[in-house]
T-cell receptor
């Protein structure tokens, strides 16, 4: 079974721009979560989607948004990029009822200059 | 606010040595997961522990969940360079919480 895939793997953007990241979960996984990982803050939860609905949300500003499609694929968008948004963005999927076990993709490394 | 504290933050050892890393919280978790993350990749799930006092072994790795389900430890026997990586613990009850990890380097 194929793992979680994320595109693109690397991205360089300029302050003020917006970016969209994509995630395809493991087949059969309906829950998709997004995380931001930085050396200083560690792994921070952004939001979780299940059946095209946002089920949980972390403490991030409204510039961070996401959506999920009917095939469980998910996208996250960051508008008006700031230097501090530079991070590894990880997507994880999980089986229904076993959301505590996260299966992570390789991540998208976003650099904001 | 639920917090998971991992210690040590950094650990550098020689091949063949044993080591233990810790994951502690003041909160009770219904389950706890350990992940290993290699540079440039996402975390990979190693194990889930659910029952207080539970011990699970994965080859040279031994995971223990505290009796009160507030803490966990990971012991590696005869560490190898391939064990190098960031070890993360994650706890769950009504939401998921992750520690900041222990960065392990095993030198040949």
């Amino acid at each position: 079974k194929a793992g979680v895939t994320q595109t693109p793997r690397y991205l360089i953007k300029t302050r003020g721009q917006q970016v969209t990241l994509s995630c395809s979960p493991i087949s059969g996984h309906r829950s998709v979560s997004w995380y931001q990982q930085t050396p200083g803050q560690g792994l921070q939860f952004l939001f979780e989607y299940f059946s095209e609905t946002q089920r949980n949300k972390g403490n991030f500003p409204g510039r961070f948004s996401g959506r999920q499609f009917s095939n469980s694929r998910s996208e996250m968008n960051v508008s008006t990029l700031e230097l501090g948004d530079s991070a590894l963005y990880l997507c994880a999927s999980s089986l229904t009822g076993q959301e505590y076990e996260q299966y992570f993709g390789p991540g998208t490394r976003l650099t904001v200059t | 606010t639920q917090l998971l504290e991992q210690s040590p933050q950094f650990l550098s050892i020689q091949e063949g040595e044993n080591l233990t890393v810790y994951c502690n919280s003041s909160s009770v978790f219904s389950s706890l997961q350990w992940y290993r993350q290699e540079p440039g990749e996402g975390p990979v799930l190693l194990v889930t522990v659910v029952t207080g006092g539970e011990v699970k072994k994965l080859k040279r790795l031994t995971f223990q969940f505290g009796d009160a389900r507030k803490d966990s430890s990971l012991h590696i026997t005869a560490a190898q360079p391939g064990d190098t990586g960031l070890y993360l613990c994650g706890g769950s009850n009504y939401k998921l919480t992750f520690g900041k990890g222990t960065l392990l380097t095993v030198n040949p």
